[in-house]
């Protein structure tokens, strides 16, 4: 299947709510790779990758537990990084 991966950009009351570790759950349910972290603007950048059905699930997904909270979720398509074996939290 082909791999395919994504830089998102969340917005709004996304910190300080579990979010990180909300979506990390997520992303490692849909066994999907990359890193979160929270921005210094208040934002919270994931890099995902995996198969493309699987990364716009888990959006969705985070989207949903968290309405109300974000604002704007910005998805970019980006080059695959092998450096990526597992999705973890960054700080």
């Not at 917005?11 to 210094?40: C, E, S, W």
């Not at 979720?73 to 980006?78: D, P």
């Amino acid at each position: 299947m082909p791999q395919t991966a994504k830089n998102i950009i969340f917005t709004g009351r996304v910190q300080g709510v579990g979010f990180r570790f909300t979506a990390f759950h997520m992303a490692n349910r849909y066994q999907l790779t990359g890193q979160i972290r929270n921005l210094n603007d208040g934002s919270v950048e994931m890099v995902v990758q995996g198969n493309s059905d699987d990364i716009n699930d888990c959006i969705r997904d985070i989207e949903e537990s968290f309405t109300g909270c974000i604002s704007k979720t910005r998805i970019e398509e980006i080059p695959c990084d092998p450096r990526y074996k597992d999705f973890k939290i960054t700080f």
